[in-house]
Structures are given as structure tokens and as C-alpha cells.
């Protein structure tokens, strides 16, 4: 669990958090599981032949490359 999650909480807060967060277990693995099938959704995607014809494919890229990093640092959270 990353404590940057608990950032400027009370100790108090922190604890009830925490234990909030240890008893979502099978919610966090649901949401994880589907962020990670958007990943593969969009890889898949990028790697689509049409895509080259395309003269923004670059920005395409490296947005892709921002949304992948996005959604790695939410999981990164939940686990």
C-alpha cells in the first residue's frame, strides 16, 4: 500500500483508511483487473497497421504512452 494514499490524513484517519482500504480486497482486484485489460485494449490497438498512414501517429503514440503510465500509477495505488 502506497502512504501517499493516506497523505495529510490525522492518525486516526490513517488507521480507519487503512482498514477501509485492506477490506475493499476483492473491489481493488476487480478495478486493477479491468484497468489492465484497458492497457492491453489500447496496445492492441496502437499496434493496428492503419495507424501509420496516419501523420500524427507519433502524438498517438506517446499519448498512448501517457494513458498506459496513467492507469499504472492508479494500479500501483490500489495494490
Given at each position: ?19 477501509n482500504f485492506n477490506q475493499a480486497y ?54
Amino acid at each position: 500500500m502506497k502512504t501517499s494514499l493516506f497523505k495529510g490524513l490525522d492518525e486516526d484517519a490513517t488507521k480507519e483508511a487503512e482498514v477501509n482500504f485492506n477490506q475493499a480486497y476483492l473491489l481493488r482486484t476487480l478495478i486493477t483487473k479491468r484497468l489492465k485489460d484497458k492497457i492491453g485494449n489500447a496496445r492492441k490497438k496502437s499496434r493496428n497497421d492503419k495507424g501509420y498512414e496516419n501523420p500524427s501517429w507519433a502524438y498517438q503514440q506517446a499519448d498512448l504512452i501517457g494513458y498506459e503510465r496513467a492507469l499504472e500509477e492508479v494500479i500501483s495505488i490500489l495494490e
